[in-house]
């Protein structure tokens, strides 16, 4: 069963982070909120209070086989601030691991360098000046090898369905069951 980690900081967009989590664990796959803030107790960008699987301190990183970032303010800042998080991302980048981010997250990416001439997208605005040297797209999802990256709230759904394919191999019975459970457009029984 591949393993992945979610970086969960203060400040975060809630439904960026919890979809994906929701998501990966309905396709039983195995998620480890990481906080990395010192406590287990997450209070996101809303306000809404949560608490994370682990610490960051607690998280033998080895045995992950990808890294999620959800974006929110001042989520994101706190991401790229963590030594913890700008090392991870950039060690599995080069290790061929997923490294997928939403929202403003994106940006976290651009500075640690791993998405220079990768297909990429973000939050509009004057997030896409923070891509580094990205090949900015305005898709839902962009993904580019093992780099996943997505627009915001509102493409929650999309990038963790992305983020399943990838792991899975692109199991469409496996993404057909879980969109179905969702609804997912209205699918059909």
Known sequence: MKKIGIFMADGCEEIEGLTVVDLLRRAQLEITMISISGKREVTGTNGIVFLADALAEEVDFDTL?????????????????????????????????????????????????????????????????????????????????????????????DFALAIIGFLTGGDDELLCRVKKGIVYHNLED
Request: aromatic residues 4%; hydrophobic residues 45%; charged residues 20%.
């Open 65 to 157: 086989d990808g890294i999620v970032l959800p974006g929110g303010m001042p989520g994101t800042s706190n991401l790229g601030a963590c030594a913890a998080v700008n090392e991870t991302v950039k060690k599995f980048a080069a290790q061929g691991k997923l490294v997928a981010a939403i929202c403003a997250a994106p940006s976290v990416l651009g500075a640690a360098g791993v998405l220079d001439g990768k297909k990429a997208t973000c939050h509009p605005g004057d997030w896409e000046k923070k891509l580094g040297k990205a090949d900015f797209v305005s898709d839902a999802v962009a993904a580019d090898g093992n780099l996943i990256t997505s627009r915001g709230l509102g493409t929650a759904v």
